[in-house]
């Protein structure tokens, strides 16, 4: 069983920075695609980064230059630093971890944004 839980969430204002942290439990992260989510009220849950076992990353448009994703697996986390963060960009995150035909997800954290 793996167990994710997402910190580092807040209140920031718009044109800073968060970092937000996914603390993975279980033997499996370092084999583990991982991605940050967020969903927003009233919308659709969608993919806002995602990095691979081996470290390829990808972006959502949205956040492209502005979000970066990485992981450390002699700690199992994921790290998704948010810099330049606008108000569209408030809403719950949460982590995910992918491997082979099985996912996990956190409980989320919720960032947002002050014009």
């Known amino acids: 069983q793996v167990q994710l839980v997402e910190s580092g969430g807040g209140l920031v204002q718009a044109g800073g920075s968060l970092r937000l942290s996914c603390a993975a439990s279980?033997?499996?992260?370092?084999?583990?695609?991982m991605g940050w989510y967020r969903q927003a009220p009233g919308k659709q849950r969608e993919l806002v980064a995602s990095?691979?076992?081996?470290?390829?990353?990808k972006y959502s448009d949205s956040v492209k230059g502005r979000f970066t994703i990485s992981r450390d697996n002699a700690k199992n986390t994921a790290i998704l630093q948010m810099n330049s963060l606008k108000p569209e960009d408030t809403a719950d995150y949460l982590c995910?971890?992918?491997?082979?035909?099985?996912?996990?997800w956190g409980q989320g954290t919720q960032v947002t944004v002050s014009s």
């Open positions: 279980g033997r499996i992260f370092s084999s583990s695609a």
């Open positions: 995910n971890a992918k491997l082979l035909f099985q996912d996990w």
């Open positions: 990095i691979t076992s081996s470290g390829s990353t």
